[in-house]
């Protein structure tokens, strides 16, 4: 990966247009993904916006 394609990997945004809350972040050596966990109320994050879990991995190089 060049300099240029690592410039500001991080932070990585996610969500939607009301509330998320993380509550559990995890990073597995085995697999080398960040897994992250939490609670939406963002209808255009989950499927309604009522309060539904979400979940989504990423790796050290940004990929979903």
Known sequence: MTDQCSYKLLPIYAGGSSDERVNCIKYDPLS?????????????????ANDHAFIFAVDLAGNW
């Open 32 to 48: 080398g993904l960040i897994i992250v966990g939490g609670n939406t109320t963002s209808d255009n994050f989950a499927p309604a």
